[in-house]
């Protein structure tokens, strides 16, 4: 079995390989004005954004050594150390996950079901997303997987009156994790924005201090796209978390690093491929190590 770095280093290879074709080798010190311009366009191709690729390059450039150690460092220092997850002191942990149809939400739901069951912990998955039934379908089957329970309700049902049961179920029974999926939105839909929100308030009426996390699926190669979406969803449902999916199809993996200096939400963890194993926690430091090229190295 391929070790985590490996398996990161694989799912980001498409990124990494269109940073390494524009990074110049040798010392920082011999790089030309042309040279810099090319190492920041680089950088806003892989999604970081003008703004970002710009700071990111000045603070490259007051380092020392090759190009790729610098823009390590100055990578890193943009990410923050790890946050703990909001675990309550009491009842069961409750994550309300969001996002629009088509960045793998109901597939990453059916995947943290199955990790928190591999912990050893009670999982009940909540089919809030009334309006598809196979969307429903392919999560039952993912939770059926998991060894987790569902709570699911006719096509087209009330999604805040499926939250509610599914938070009262889970105290009542206890379980440890109660995930509630949601419809996918599209952000400038106000109708169905708003009945997110419904939502976020039912499920806070269900058990004090509920949702005590709301995570956001994003599909890393959507671009600019994803951070329009993340900023309405966060005014919306009081977004906590990101989990950024679909990172191997993309050469623009720096839309994470855009994602956090934007919004300063912790990314909980990044999907790389198909697999349970591609859903992998966030590890800043692996991340940077397995975005950028191998340093070159000179005798």
Not at 99 to 111: F, R
Request: glycine letters at 12%.
């Amino acid at each position: 079995m391929a070790s985590f770095m490996q398996r990161l280093k694989k799912g980001l290879s498409r990124s990494r390989q269109g940073l390494a074709r524009m990074l110049p080798g040798g010392q920082i010190s011999e790089f030309s004005e042309q040279e810099w311009q090319e190492i920041e366009d680089a950088l806003v191709m892989a999604d970081c954004g003008v703004e970002l690729a710009s700071r990111l390059v000045a603070s490259a450039r007051k380092a020392k050594g090759g190009a790729v150690e610098a823009l390590c460092l100055s990578m890193r220092s943009l990410l923050p150390e790890e946050t703990p997850v909001a675990w309550p002191g009491h009842g069961p942990f409750v994550l309300l996950v969001v996002g629009v149809n088509g960045t793998g939400k109901t597939t990453t739901i059916g995947k943290l079901a199955t990790l928190y069951a591999q912990q050893g912990r009670r999982v009940l998955v909540g089919a809030a997303d009334t309006f598809r039934a196979a969307a429903i379908d392919q999560l039952a089957v993912w939770v059926e997987r998991a060894g987790a329970d569902l709570v699911r309700q006719h096509s087209g049902a009330d999604p805040a009156a499926v939250a509610y049961d599914t938070v009262q179920r889970g105290l009542a029974r206890g379980y440890d994790v109660v995930i509630i999926d949601t419809a996918g939105r599209v952000q400038t839909d106000k109708g169905l924005m708003d009945e997110l929100a419904k939502v976020r308030r039912v499920v806070a009426k269900a058990h004090e201090g509920a949702p005590h996390e709301v995570w956001q699926v994003v599909d890393g190669g959507t671009g600019q796209n994803a951070i329009v979406q993340v900023q309405k969803f966060r005014e919306v449902a009081g977004t906590t978390g990101l989990i950024v999916t679909k990172l191997d199809g993309t050469a623009k993996g720096g839309i994470v690093l855009q994602l956090v200096d934007r919004f300063g939400l912790p990314v909980r963890y990044i999907g790389v491929g198909e697999t349970l194993e591609d859903l992998m926690p966030f590890d800043a430091d692996a991340f940077v190590e397995s975005l950028l090229p191998d340093p070159v190295t000179t005798e």
